[in-house]
Nanobody, 122 residues
Framework: QVQLVESGGGLVQAGGSLRLSCKAS????????MGWFRQAPGKEREFVAA????????YYADSVKGRFTISRDNAKNTVYLQMNSLKPEDTAVYYC???????????????WGQGTQVTVSS
């Protein structure tokens, strides 16, 4: 079992920045690929970014490429999502997830956090 707790969400103006954190506890963090997903009201959950166990492979959704950066610190059991140049359309609940693979497919992830709200005002 892996428990995931996100933090760092909040309200920010368009063009601003936020850094989300996701701390894991339980089984060894470094054996899991980690992903960030988001879900806006009335929309399906969508992939944002993913990072492999070692951090050597990283993937982004086209909508966030060049603005968001995913990273991880295995010594701290934490994955981060640095979000810059935020837009109102980035408003959503952001979830981190852990899985055996590094994937943009949410079905590949076994463990999920409770989510943190990000609201970007125009």
């Amino acid at each position: 079992q892996v428990q995931l707790v996100e933090s760092g969400g909040g309200l920010v103006q368009a063009g601003g920045s936020l850094r989300l954190s996701c701390k894991a506890s339980g089984r060894t963090f470094s054996i899991y690929g980690m992903g960030w997903f988001r879900q806006a009201p009335g929309k399906e959950r969508e992939f944002v970014a993913a990072i492999s166990r070692s951090g050597g492979s990283i993937y982004y959704a086209d909508s966030v490429k060049g603005r968001f950066t995913i990273s991880r610190d295995n010594a701290k059991n934490t994955v981060y999502l640095q979000m810059n140049s935020l837009k109102p359309e980035d408003t959503a609940v952001y979830y981190c997830a852990a899985g055996r693979l590094t994937s943009s497919d949410s079905n590949e992830y076994n463990y999920w956090g409770q989510g943190t709200q990000v609201t970007v005002s125009s």
